[in-house]
Protein backbone atom coordinates (compact mmCIF):
# COMPACT_ATOMS: atom_id res chain seq x y z
CA UNK A 1 0.00 0.00 0.00
CA UNK A 2 1.30 3.35 -0.85
CA UNK A 3 1.79 6.04 1.48
CA UNK A 4 -0.77 8.21 -0.04
CA UNK A 5 -3.24 5.56 0.76
CA UNK A 6 -2.20 5.17 4.24
CA UNK A 7 -2.45 8.59 5.40
CA UNK A 8 -2.24 8.47 9.16
CA UNK A 9 -3.19 4.89 9.45
CA UNK A 10 -1.36 2.68 11.73
CA UNK A 11 -1.04 -0.69 13.68
CA UNK A 12 -4.64 -2.39 13.82
CA UNK A 13 -6.15 0.21 11.41
CA UNK A 14 -3.57 -0.31 8.58
CA UNK A 15 -3.84 -3.75 8.61
CA UNK A 16 -7.47 -3.73 8.17
CA UNK A 17 -7.13 -1.00 4.84
CA UNK A 18 -4.81 -4.06 3.95
CA UNK A 19 -7.01 -6.83 4.86
CA UNK A 20 -9.74 -4.78 2.77
CA UNK A 21 -7.49 -3.68 -0.13
CA UNK A 22 -9.09 0.15 0.44
CA UNK A 23 -6.93 3.13 1.85
CA UNK A 24 -7.92 6.39 1.79
CA UNK A 25 -10.36 8.29 0.13
CA UNK A 26 -12.12 4.66 -0.95
CA UNK A 27 -15.81 5.42 -1.27
CA UNK A 28 -16.45 2.42 1.01
CA UNK A 29 -20.33 0.59 1.84
CA UNK A 30 -19.29 -1.31 5.50
CA UNK A 31 -20.65 -4.15 7.60
CA UNK A 32 -20.04 -3.84 11.24
CA UNK A 33 -21.01 -5.77 14.35
CA UNK A 34 -22.34 -2.29 15.08
CA UNK A 35 -24.64 -1.57 12.05
CA UNK A 36 -23.99 -0.71 8.25
CA UNK A 37 -21.95 2.66 7.08
CA UNK A 38 -21.24 4.61 3.66
CA UNK A 39 -18.62 7.06 3.26
CA UNK A 40 -15.31 8.41 2.42
CA UNK A 41 -12.55 6.96 4.45
CA UNK A 42 -10.70 9.93 5.60
CA UNK A 43 -6.63 10.55 6.52
CA UNK A 44 -6.06 10.51 9.97
CA UNK A 45 -4.77 12.37 12.60
CA UNK A 46 -0.78 11.31 13.04
CA UNK A 47 -1.81 11.56 16.69
CA UNK A 48 -5.01 9.80 16.64
CA UNK A 49 -4.84 6.08 17.73
CA UNK A 50 -4.41 3.32 15.57
CA UNK A 51 -7.77 1.09 16.04
CA UNK A 52 -10.34 2.95 14.23
CA UNK A 53 -11.11 3.95 10.58
CA UNK A 54 -12.85 7.92 9.98
CA UNK A 55 -15.57 7.87 7.32
CA UNK A 56 -16.64 10.96 6.29
CA UNK A 57 -20.52 10.13 5.75
CA UNK A 58 -23.00 11.65 3.27
CA UNK A 59 -24.30 14.04 5.74
CA UNK A 60 -21.14 15.46 5.84
CA UNK A 61 -20.39 14.55 9.41
CA UNK A 62 -17.62 12.39 10.06
CA UNK A 63 -17.57 8.94 12.18
CA UNK A 64 -14.88 6.50 13.76
CA UNK A 65 -15.25 2.81 13.08
CA UNK A 66 -13.56 0.59 15.69
CA UNK A 67 -12.00 -1.99 13.42
CA UNK A 68 -12.37 -4.73 15.58
CA UNK A 69 -16.54 -4.88 14.81
CA UNK A 70 -15.41 -4.83 10.83
CA UNK A 71 -17.19 -7.74 9.09
CA UNK A 72 -16.99 -6.78 5.28
CA UNK A 73 -15.44 -3.35 3.78
CA UNK A 74 -16.40 -3.46 -0.34
CA UNK A 75 -15.03 -0.20 -2.30
CA UNK A 76 -17.32 1.31 -4.18
CA UNK A 77 -14.84 3.99 -6.03
CA UNK A 78 -12.59 6.78 -5.04
CA UNK A 79 -13.66 10.53 -4.48
CA UNK A 80 -10.27 12.30 -3.28
CA UNK A 81 -11.61 15.66 -1.39
CA UNK A 82 -9.63 19.17 -1.84
CA UNK A 83 -10.29 20.61 1.17
CA UNK A 84 -8.64 23.85 0.42
CA UNK A 85 -11.58 26.68 0.28
CA UNK A 86 -11.50 28.20 -3.34
CA UNK A 87 -10.15 31.52 -3.34
CA UNK A 88 -12.02 34.00 -6.20
CA UNK A 89 -10.95 37.51 -6.16
CA UNK A 90 -13.63 39.70 -4.14
CA UNK A 91 -15.44 42.11 -6.11
CA UNK A 92 -15.94 45.40 -4.96
CA UNK A 93 -18.26 48.40 -5.81
CA UNK A 94 -17.97 52.08 -4.96
CA UNK A 95 -21.76 51.92 -3.62
CA UNK A 96 -20.84 49.26 -1.19
CA UNK A 97 -19.49 50.36 2.47
CA UNK A 98 -15.92 49.63 3.06
CA UNK A 99 -15.59 46.97 5.87
CA UNK A 100 -12.61 46.11 7.95
CA UNK A 101 -12.16 42.30 9.39
CA UNK A 102 -9.93 42.16 12.01
CA UNK A 103 -8.54 39.02 12.60
CA UNK A 104 -7.27 37.63 16.56
CA UNK A 105 -7.39 33.61 15.54
CA UNK A 106 -10.82 32.75 15.34
CA UNK A 107 -11.78 30.49 12.81
CA UNK A 108 -14.61 32.15 11.22
CA UNK A 109 -13.69 30.95 8.00
CA UNK A 110 -11.94 27.44 7.74
CA UNK A 111 -11.35 23.90 6.59
CA UNK A 112 -9.71 21.21 8.31
CA UNK A 113 -6.02 19.61 7.94
CA UNK A 114 -6.88 15.87 8.33
CA UNK A 115 -3.25 15.07 8.11
CA UNK A 116 -3.24 16.88 12.23
CA UNK A 117 -6.65 17.11 12.49
CA UNK A 118 -6.08 20.94 12.89
CA UNK A 119 -8.61 23.49 11.71
CA UNK A 120 -7.22 26.15 9.35
CA UNK A 121 -8.54 29.46 9.16
CA UNK A 122 -9.28 30.99 5.76
CA UNK A 123 -8.83 34.45 6.18
CA UNK A 124 -7.82 36.84 3.16
CA UNK A 125 -10.81 38.46 1.34
CA UNK A 126 -10.58 36.15 -1.45
CA UNK A 127 -11.05 32.94 0.90
CA UNK A 128 -13.58 34.49 2.68
CA UNK A 129 -15.45 35.22 -0.45
CA UNK A 130 -14.97 31.77 -1.85
CA UNK A 131 -16.33 30.46 1.19
CA UNK A 132 -18.97 32.62 1.40
CA UNK A 133 -19.63 34.64 -1.28
CA UNK A 134 -22.79 36.18 0.07
CA UNK A 135 -20.24 38.73 1.31
CA UNK A 136 -19.66 40.34 -1.84
CA UNK A 137 -23.27 41.85 -1.64
CA UNK A 138 -22.97 42.94 1.56
CA UNK A 139 -19.70 45.41 1.19
CA UNK A 140 -16.04 46.06 0.06
CA UNK A 141 -14.23 43.43 2.92
CA UNK A 142 -10.50 43.94 3.43
CA UNK A 143 -8.70 42.50 6.43
CA UNK A 144 -5.95 42.42 8.24
CA UNK A 145 -4.86 39.49 10.79
CA UNK A 146 -3.65 41.19 13.66
CA UNK A 147 -3.08 38.44 16.13
CA UNK A 148 -3.05 34.01 15.76
CA UNK A 149 -3.90 33.03 19.29
CA UNK A 150 -6.75 31.11 20.48
CA UNK A 151 -8.96 32.78 22.49
CA UNK A 152 -8.08 31.80 26.21
CA UNK A 153 -4.61 33.21 25.24
CA UNK A 154 -6.15 36.79 24.65
CA UNK A 155 -4.91 39.40 27.26
CA UNK A 156 -4.36 43.15 27.79
CA UNK A 157 -1.17 42.95 24.87
CA UNK A 158 -4.07 42.26 22.39
CA UNK A 159 -6.89 44.30 23.84
CA UNK A 160 -4.74 47.45 23.26
CA UNK A 161 -3.25 46.59 19.83
CA UNK A 162 -7.00 45.84 18.99
CA UNK A 163 -8.36 49.32 20.13
CA UNK A 164 -5.41 51.02 18.75
CA UNK A 165 -6.08 49.49 15.41
CA UNK A 166 -9.38 50.28 15.99
CA UNK A 167 -8.98 53.75 16.06
CA UNK A 168 -6.72 53.68 13.17
CA UNK A 169 -9.17 51.94 10.78
CA UNK A 170 -12.16 54.72 12.17
CA UNK A 171 -9.45 57.28 11.57
CA UNK A 172 -9.04 56.28 7.60
CA UNK A 173 -12.46 56.35 7.57
CA UNK A 174 -13.83 52.82 7.37
CA UNK A 175 -17.60 52.35 7.30
CA UNK A 176 -17.91 49.77 10.01
CA UNK A 177 -15.77 47.22 11.86
CA UNK A 178 -15.86 43.19 12.16
CA UNK A 179 -13.83 41.64 14.64
CA UNK A 180 -12.98 37.24 14.48
CA UNK A 181 -12.88 36.26 17.63
CA UNK A 182 -12.81 32.89 19.06
CA UNK A 183 -15.95 32.37 21.20
CA UNK A 184 -14.74 30.86 24.96
CA UNK A 185 -13.62 35.00 26.00
CA UNK A 186 -15.18 37.08 23.33
CA UNK A 187 -17.36 38.47 26.07
CA UNK A 188 -14.28 39.39 28.18
CA UNK A 189 -12.51 41.14 25.10
CA UNK A 190 -16.02 43.07 24.33
CA UNK A 191 -15.79 44.74 27.51
CA UNK A 192 -12.22 45.74 27.20
CA UNK A 193 -13.01 47.29 23.55
CA UNK A 194 -16.22 49.11 25.14
CA UNK A 195 -13.93 50.49 27.80
CA UNK A 196 -10.87 51.22 25.50
CA UNK A 197 -13.25 52.56 22.41
CA UNK A 198 -15.79 54.90 23.35
CA UNK A 199 -17.43 57.26 21.09
CA UNK A 200 -17.06 55.21 17.69
CA UNK A 201 -19.37 56.95 15.15
CA UNK A 202 -19.09 53.24 13.12
CA UNK A 203 -20.46 49.62 14.26
CA UNK A 204 -17.72 47.72 15.71
CA UNK A 205 -19.07 43.99 15.71
CA UNK A 206 -17.04 40.74 17.54
CA UNK A 207 -18.04 37.53 15.53
CA UNK A 208 -16.81 33.78 15.87
CA UNK A 209 -17.88 30.55 15.72
CA UNK A 210 -19.73 27.24 18.05
CA UNK A 211 -18.77 25.15 15.35
CA UNK A 212 -15.71 25.01 12.48
CA UNK A 213 -16.89 25.33 8.80
CA UNK A 214 -16.40 21.94 7.58
CA UNK A 215 -19.49 20.55 9.80
CA UNK A 216 -22.39 20.28 8.55
CA UNK A 217 -24.43 22.47 11.38
CA UNK A 218 -21.82 25.93 11.43
CA UNK A 219 -22.58 28.59 12.48
CA UNK A 220 -19.36 29.91 10.72
CA UNK A 221 -20.99 31.43 7.54
CA UNK A 222 -24.46 32.21 9.03
CA UNK A 223 -22.58 34.44 11.99
CA UNK A 224 -19.80 36.22 9.24
CA UNK A 225 -22.91 37.29 6.99
CA UNK A 226 -24.63 38.69 10.21
CA UNK A 227 -21.96 40.72 11.66
CA UNK A 228 -20.97 42.13 7.70
CA UNK A 229 -24.26 42.92 7.44
CA UNK A 230 -24.39 44.87 10.86
CA UNK A 231 -20.92 46.71 10.56
CA UNK A 232 -22.25 47.61 6.84
CA UNK A 233 -25.93 48.75 7.18
CA UNK A 234 -26.66 49.08 11.08
CA UNK A 235 -26.81 52.42 12.96
CA UNK A 236 -25.77 50.96 16.04
CA UNK A 237 -22.30 52.59 16.81
CA UNK A 238 -21.50 50.64 19.92
CA UNK A 239 -18.86 47.20 20.34
CA UNK A 240 -21.42 44.41 20.14
CA UNK A 241 -21.02 40.80 20.14
CA UNK A 242 -23.07 39.02 17.00
CA UNK A 243 -23.88 35.20 17.13
CA UNK A 244 -27.26 32.74 16.66
CA UNK A 245 -30.45 34.14 18.32
CA UNK A 246 -31.86 30.55 18.95
CA UNK A 247 -30.10 27.44 18.19
CA UNK A 248 -31.85 27.52 14.81
CA UNK A 249 -30.26 29.76 11.93
CA UNK A 250 -33.53 32.50 11.78
CA UNK A 251 -31.63 35.37 13.11
CA UNK A 252 -28.59 36.42 14.62
CA UNK A 253 -28.89 38.62 17.90
CA UNK A 254 -26.73 41.98 18.66
CA UNK A 255 -25.61 41.77 22.10
CA UNK A 256 -24.10 45.21 23.80
CA UNK A 257 -20.82 44.18 24.71
CA UNK A 258 -21.08 45.00 28.46
CA UNK A 259 -23.97 42.83 29.10
CA UNK A 260 -23.53 39.81 27.17
CA UNK A 261 -21.54 35.98 28.39
CA UNK A 262 -21.28 33.32 26.79
CA UNK A 263 -23.93 30.36 28.61
CA UNK A 264 -23.35 27.24 27.09
CA UNK A 265 -20.30 25.06 25.64
CA UNK A 266 -21.56 24.33 22.69
CA UNK A 267 -24.88 25.84 21.51
CA UNK A 268 -24.88 27.63 19.10
CA UNK A 269 -27.06 29.95 20.81
CA UNK A 270 -24.52 30.28 23.47
CA UNK A 271 -24.55 34.27 23.74
CA UNK A 272 -26.93 35.29 25.62
CA UNK A 273 -27.83 39.44 26.89
CA UNK A 274 -27.80 39.19 30.79
CA UNK A 275 -29.76 41.60 32.95
CA UNK A 276 -31.15 43.25 30.08
CA UNK A 277 -32.22 42.47 26.26
CA UNK A 278 -30.52 42.40 23.18
CA UNK A 279 -29.91 45.45 21.25
CA UNK A 280 -30.98 43.53 17.65
CA UNK A 281 -31.86 41.03 15.73
CA UNK A 282 -30.04 40.61 12.12
CA UNK A 283 -30.68 38.45 8.79
CA UNK A 284 -29.30 39.12 5.81
CA UNK A 285 -31.79 41.62 4.89
CA UNK A 286 -30.72 43.68 7.66
CA UNK A 287 -30.82 44.74 11.20
CA UNK A 288 -34.17 45.54 13.85
CA UNK A 289 -33.33 46.79 16.54
CA UNK A 290 -35.52 45.79 19.77
CA UNK A 291 -34.64 49.04 21.77
CA UNK A 292 -33.91 52.72 20.84
CA UNK A 293 -31.37 53.74 24.30
CA UNK A 294 -28.00 52.79 21.58
CA UNK A 295 -25.43 55.37 20.36
CA UNK A 296 -26.05 56.46 16.59
CA UNK A 297 -23.80 55.92 13.68
CA UNK A 298 -21.99 59.59 12.84
CA UNK A 299 -20.34 61.03 9.90
CA UNK A 300 -17.29 62.17 11.65
CA UNK A 301 -14.38 60.54 12.10
CA UNK A 302 -14.19 60.98 16.24
CA UNK A 303 -13.30 58.58 18.42
CA UNK A 304 -11.81 58.58 21.92
CA UNK A 305 -9.06 55.51 22.04
CA UNK A 306 -8.43 54.67 26.16
CA UNK A 307 -5.76 51.81 26.21
CA UNK A 308 -5.16 51.36 29.72
CA UNK A 309 -5.39 47.77 31.59
CA UNK A 310 -3.46 47.28 34.72
CA UNK A 311 -2.67 43.62 35.00
CA UNK A 312 -2.73 43.02 38.62
CA UNK A 313 -6.71 42.53 38.91
CA UNK A 314 -8.26 39.28 39.83
CA UNK A 315 -11.53 37.86 39.39
CA UNK A 316 -12.40 35.66 42.61
CA UNK A 317 -15.31 33.39 43.20
CA UNK A 318 -16.65 33.10 46.37
CA UNK A 319 -17.11 29.45 48.04
CA UNK A 320 -18.03 28.00 51.41
CA UNK A 321 -15.12 27.89 53.92
CA UNK A 322 -13.09 30.45 51.45
CA UNK A 323 -10.12 30.75 53.83
CA UNK A 324 -8.39 34.08 54.20
CA UNK A 325 -5.01 33.25 53.30
CA UNK A 326 -6.22 33.37 49.80
CA UNK A 327 -6.77 36.86 49.90
CA UNK A 328 -3.46 37.49 51.61
CA UNK A 329 -1.63 35.87 48.84
CA UNK A 330 -3.23 38.24 46.09
CA UNK A 331 -1.87 40.95 48.60
CA UNK A 332 1.06 39.49 48.93
CA UNK A 333 1.76 38.88 44.86
CA UNK A 334 0.92 42.47 44.59
CA UNK A 335 -2.42 42.90 43.01
CA UNK A 336 -3.84 46.35 43.40
CA UNK A 337 -7.32 44.99 41.95
CA UNK A 338 -9.82 42.04 43.38
CA UNK A 339 -13.47 41.59 41.98
CA UNK A 340 -15.39 39.01 43.93
CA UNK A 341 -18.12 36.96 42.78
CA UNK A 342 -20.31 36.77 45.88
CA UNK A 343 -23.06 35.11 46.63
CA UNK A 344 -26.82 36.35 47.30
CA UNK A 345 -26.69 39.99 47.50
CA UNK A 346 -23.06 40.03 47.77
CA UNK A 347 -21.68 38.19 50.40
CA UNK A 348 -18.74 36.48 51.86
CA UNK A 349 -18.00 34.56 55.16
CA UNK A 350 -16.33 36.17 58.02
CA UNK A 351 -13.10 34.34 58.41
CA UNK A 352 -12.45 36.25 56.04
CA UNK A 353 -13.21 39.52 57.01
CA UNK A 354 -10.02 40.18 58.78
CA UNK A 355 -7.98 39.69 55.03
CA UNK A 356 -10.33 41.99 53.27
CA UNK A 357 -9.49 44.34 55.91
CA UNK A 358 -5.36 43.96 55.75
CA UNK A 359 -6.08 44.30 51.94
CA UNK A 360 -7.82 47.63 51.67
CA UNK A 361 -5.40 48.52 54.76
CA UNK A 362 -2.68 47.86 51.80
CA UNK A 363 -4.59 50.01 49.32
CA UNK A 364 -5.79 47.29 47.41
CA UNK A 365 -9.13 48.38 45.34
CA UNK A 366 -12.08 45.24 46.02
CA UNK A 367 -15.31 45.20 44.45
CA UNK A 368 -18.24 43.16 45.12
CA UNK A 369 -20.19 41.25 42.06
CA UNK A 370 -22.58 39.01 42.16
CA UNK A 371 -22.57 34.82 41.20
CA UNK A 372 -26.15 34.45 40.02
CA UNK A 373 -24.91 37.08 37.55
CA UNK A 374 -28.61 38.48 37.09
CA UNK A 375 -29.95 41.17 39.80
CA UNK A 376 -27.86 43.41 41.82
CA UNK A 377 -25.71 44.49 44.61
CA UNK A 378 -27.58 44.73 47.28
CA UNK A 379 -25.14 44.63 50.57
CA UNK A 380 -27.08 47.35 52.95
CA UNK A 381 -29.41 44.33 53.42
CA UNK A 382 -28.22 42.15 55.84
CA UNK A 383 -25.60 42.73 58.24
CA UNK A 384 -23.67 40.38 56.14
CA UNK A 385 -22.73 43.12 53.73
CA UNK A 386 -22.88 46.24 55.72
CA UNK A 387 -19.82 44.94 57.73
CA UNK A 388 -18.24 44.06 54.33
CA UNK A 389 -18.61 47.62 52.98
CA UNK A 390 -17.72 49.11 56.48
CA UNK A 391 -14.47 47.16 55.89
CA UNK A 392 -13.55 48.61 52.61
CA UNK A 393 -15.25 46.36 50.10
CA UNK A 394 -17.69 48.78 47.14
CA UNK A 395 -20.91 47.28 45.55
CA UNK A 396 -19.91 47.28 41.83
CA UNK A 397 -24.14 47.49 40.98
CA UNK A 398 -25.46 45.15 38.39
CA UNK A 399 -22.05 44.91 36.48
CA UNK A 400 -21.24 41.20 35.80
CA UNK A 401 -18.02 39.70 37.11
CA UNK A 402 -16.55 39.57 34.21
CA UNK A 403 -17.11 42.89 32.84
CA UNK A 404 -16.41 44.57 36.94
CA UNK A 405 -12.79 42.58 36.20
CA UNK A 406 -12.25 44.28 33.30
CA UNK A 407 -13.19 47.39 33.99
CA UNK A 408 -11.48 47.82 37.43
CA UNK A 409 -8.10 46.63 35.45
CA UNK A 410 -8.79 49.47 33.01
CA UNK A 411 -9.59 52.04 35.75
CA UNK A 412 -6.32 51.15 37.63
CA UNK A 413 -4.30 51.13 34.48
CA UNK A 414 -5.21 54.87 34.59
CA UNK A 415 -4.84 55.85 38.20
CA UNK A 416 -4.06 54.42 41.70
CA UNK A 417 -6.05 56.89 43.44
CA UNK A 418 -8.82 54.64 44.80
CA UNK A 419 -11.34 57.52 44.80
CA UNK A 420 -10.67 58.65 41.50
CA UNK A 421 -10.89 54.29 40.54
CA UNK A 422 -14.25 54.71 42.77
CA UNK A 423 -15.45 57.17 40.59
CA UNK A 424 -14.30 55.15 37.19
CA UNK A 425 -16.29 52.22 38.33
CA UNK A 426 -19.68 53.18 39.54
CA UNK A 427 -19.89 55.77 36.30
CA UNK A 428 -21.75 54.06 33.59
CA UNK A 429 -19.85 54.06 30.03
CA UNK A 430 -21.24 51.54 28.05
CA UNK A 431 -24.74 50.30 29.66
CA UNK A 432 -22.14 47.91 32.15
CA UNK A 433 -24.58 49.18 34.76
CA UNK A 434 -28.24 50.11 34.67
CA UNK A 435 -30.51 52.03 36.39
CA UNK A 436 -33.27 48.49 36.68
CA UNK A 437 -33.49 45.31 35.43
CA UNK A 438 -36.28 45.35 32.83
CA UNK A 439 -39.48 43.12 33.16
CA UNK A 440 -37.59 40.60 30.82
CA UNK A 441 -34.45 41.39 31.27
CA UNK A 442 -34.59 37.63 33.59
CA UNK A 443 -36.10 35.19 31.53
CA UNK A 444 -34.73 31.76 32.01
CA UNK A 445 -37.24 29.11 30.90
CA UNK A 446 -37.11 25.77 32.63
CA UNK A 447 -37.50 22.88 30.36
CA UNK A 448 -39.70 19.97 31.20
CA UNK A 449 -42.41 22.53 32.72
CA UNK A 450 -45.67 21.89 30.19
CA UNK A 451 -46.19 25.72 29.72
CA UNK A 452 -42.55 25.35 28.40
CA UNK A 453 -43.09 22.32 26.50
CA UNK A 454 -46.22 23.99 25.01
CA UNK A 455 -44.27 26.81 24.09
CA UNK A 456 -41.18 24.97 22.52
CA UNK A 457 -43.74 22.67 20.64
CA UNK A 458 -45.28 26.07 19.10
CA UNK A 459 -41.92 28.14 18.37
CA UNK A 460 -38.63 27.01 18.92
CA UNK A 461 -35.96 26.84 21.19
Not at 159 to 178: D, F, M, P, T
Not at 362 to 378: D, E, K, P, R, S
Not at 382 to 411: C, Q
Request: hydrophobic share 40%; glycine share 8%.
Amino acid sequence: MSDEARKGYKGEALDALVRFEVGVWSDVDIESTRGHFRGIILPRSEFDDSRHLVLKLPTGYNVGIDVRTLRSVKELGRREAHYKIPEKEFPTSPEKPNIKLLGTGGTIASRLDYRTGAVIPAFSPGELYGAVPELADICNLSTEKLFAVFSENMGPTQYIALAKAIGREIENGIHGIVIGHGTDTMHHTASALAFMVQHSPVPIVMVGSQRSSDRPSSDAARNLIHSTTAAATSDIAEVMVCMFGPTSDEYGLLHRATRVRKMHSSYRSTFRTIGDIPLATVTRNGVTPLRQDYARRREDRDVDILPYFEERVTLTYYYPNMHPDIIDALVEHGYKGIVIAGTGLGHINKPVYPAIERATAAGVAIYMTVQTLWGYVHMFVYDTGRDLMAKGIIPAENMLPEVAYIKLAWALGQTSDLDRVREIMLTPVAGEITEREPHDGYLVFQGGMPEIEEFLRKVHK
